[in-house]
């Protein structure tokens, strides 16, 4: 058994790109398991601040089947509701439409719920693992292509470093918080800072590094959209019995 | 701790050009120090930009003043939020607003009528969106007396609250043009790598930390909700702002000014020369096909 490397002191510095603390979890005697603890931790501890103020936020919006219920009165006071009403299709079309459009609205438009909050406990720290392993294990191999001195051990345990701005989702322990795009690029800051640290590299064939995994993303996002849409296509003429 | 897989990469020092700048880190910040040098850099004193880069935690530094800066100009929203939300609007307030509305539609006759659309068409379609615009003032003051778990008081606050805490994170359609911590990070990444394409030496740390001075001269827009010249003094505190930011990329990696203002709008151009590309690439395909 090593020491622990990981301390909230660690992350502190690292957040505010302390090139030590990239040094010291790179050096470690098991960067990964360093890494993994900190992405759990970090996943399990904001998502625990996020129920709380979930919950708030909850508590302070009336339920949506009573808003559900003051709209459907108030469209039924429509001038044009009545032609509708007296059309049993036309009634029945509506019916469909406003059900459907109920249960997509609570998970499109983010409505609070301490359940799905809940469920974050879970869901974060698994997301954060995957996105951290994604990036890591593509940054090695770029790091590793332009010449870096980096293990895959030591690139994850830094690249761990870099998802430290996450700690401000723990802001969401306040009801209304969003934390906007700023977390992202920080992310892409201290990203670059940790390639740079694992492999050694100058500055440009760091920031290369860094910004290569992206790219894949990119790229693997249009693949995706390329091939959804006929399937996209096909499930709609499917479901429109074609 | 298991035993590592594979071998460790001896401790290396950290490469030169990484390092803080060579100006020495001046000693004991107490907060007088502090503002008086913010004030410096307002006043486009290179020392003072030069001093914030040399420091060790000089993000930390720049952290500090956007977030401090971006919760000051947001403070009168805030106290205006609070005030509004402990006041539920009046009906009399809800007909003023409908009846706007309606008035500024229809001052719009004319310019229509120019357009080729009837005076009927464009009364009904007045009519159709006033009316749906009357919904939605009915339903949100309904939705408003519906009942809460906590009191409706204390959530608004808590509303007012979070998006007050919510602005330092935000990021801007306009380059620099609020100091917040999603523009001072999002556009410096790209100003940073184009300092350094143009020969800047100046490090991550003491780059950012320099150009978070920026967000100085936006402490003005705590009087922007001033009626008349509050929008004057918005323009007034992003320009100055630009300046300091291009005195900031000029100090903190040593280039010359004209560099440090090509580094500074070189992405901004980029992005502007992509969009027009984009759409060109767009309206191309488009008169191809029709």
Known sequence: ?????????????????????????????????????????????????????????????????????????????????????????????????????????????????????????????????????????????????????????????????????????????????????AVGFWQLILRYKAVRTAHVLPWGRAAAATALPYLVYLLLAALALLFSAPLTALLVALLAGR | MNVPETPQTPAAPPPADERPAAVPAPQGWQLHGWFSRLWDAARLHTPAYAGLAGRQDAFFQGFLIVLLVSLLAGAPGFVGDVMAALQRPSADETAERSIALREMLGAAGPWMARLGLSTAAWTAAVDEVADAFDMGLQVSQEIDQLPTRLPRPVGRILEAFGGWLSAPFSVARLPLAVASLGVWLGYGVWVMLAARLLGGRGSLSGFFGATALYAVPHALDLLRWLPFIGGLIGVIAYIWGVIVYIKATQASHDLSFERALIAVLAPLALAVLIIAGLFSMLSGIVWLRS
């Open chain 1, 1 to 181: 058994m090593g020491h622990r490397t990981l301390s909230l002191a660690l992350v502190w510095r690292a957040l505010f790109l302390d090139a030590a603390a990239y040094e010291d979890l790179r050096d470690d005697d098991n960067p990964f398991v360093e890494g993994l603890y900190l992405v759990v931790l970090l996943g399990v501890a904001t998502a625990l601040l996020n129920l709380i103020g979930q919950a708030l936020h909850w508590a302070s919006v009336p339920s949506l089947s009573a808003i559900e219920a003051v709209v459907l009165r108030n469209v039924q006071q429509q001038a044009w509701w009545p032609s509708i009403a007296n059309d049993p299709a036309a009634l029945q079309a509506f019916t469909e439409r406003w059900d459907f459009s109920w249960r997509v609205i609570p998970a499109l438009s983010d409505a609070p719920g301490p359940l799905r909050a809940a469920l974050n406990i879970i869901v974060w720290p698994f997301t954060g693992m995957l996105s951290w392993l994604a990036y890591g294990v593509l940054a090695y191999l770029f790091g590793r292509l332009l010449g870096g001195r980096g293990s895959l051990n030591q690139t994850l345990g830094a690249t761990a470093l870099a998802l430290t701005p996450w700690i401000f989702h723990a802001l969401g322990v306040i009801p209304y918080v969003a934390i906007g795009g």
